[in-house]
């Protein structure tokens, strides 16, 4: 397994998840 991939999935996974949660809450996009 390539490490650089899962971290590429996980940053692209929690980016999702902030951008959701901020979105949500503030109607702001900061990525």
């Known amino acids: 397994m ?3 991939l ?3 999935a996980w940053l ?3 980016r ?3 951008k959701n ?3 949500s809450s503030h109607k702001i996009f900061f990525f």
Do not use: D, G, M, T
């Open 12 to 14: 692209h996974f929690l």
């Open 2 to 4: 390539n490490i650089r």
């Open 6 to 8: 899962i971290l590429n």
């Open 16 to 18: 999702l998840i902030v």
């Open 21 to 23: 949660q901020l979105f």
